[in-house]
């Protein structure tokens, strides 16, 4: 068995608390980013460029195996509809995120559309958080979810090597 281990435990981060990790990293990065003012551009070029890693690779991994799982292992309309939301809340990030990165990083906009991407991510984290992800713990065995966050694991670790870059070119 290929191992990813947690490094506060020894034991292999499941699928659930990979993702969550994931989430508390972007938070604290879009918080670092509200802090900052139109005077400190590079701070802003930075903390985007890499927001902007880690929220296309927390996306891909959600939506090449997490999604594709819960959605397997779905047993009603409610998990359905939890899935289709969370698909959803990805297509207005990814639609918003080129929008920030896009606009000059030294003026009011950029404060307001990093604003405006904290609030999406935020709200799309809680749903995750509050019902998609306890849902999964219902209907997933716990070694499936630890298997999943193997896969998850190493998919991250491929996407952040570079093939992220490569294939998006």
Known sequence: MISRKSPSNGRPKDAIAL???????????LSQLEETTPRAQKQRKELLARIGVEIRVHARIEEEIFYPAFRKAAKTGEDDKLFFEAAEEHGLVHTFLPRLEGTPSAGDLFGARAKVLKDLVEHHAEEEENELFPRARKLMDPEDLKELGILLADRKADLMNGSL???SA
């Not at 993702?19 to 990065?29: E, G, I, P, Q, Y």
């Open 19 to 29: 993702l969550k990790a994931d989430h508390a990293t972007v938070r604290h990065l």
């Open 165 to 167: 870059k490569r294939r």
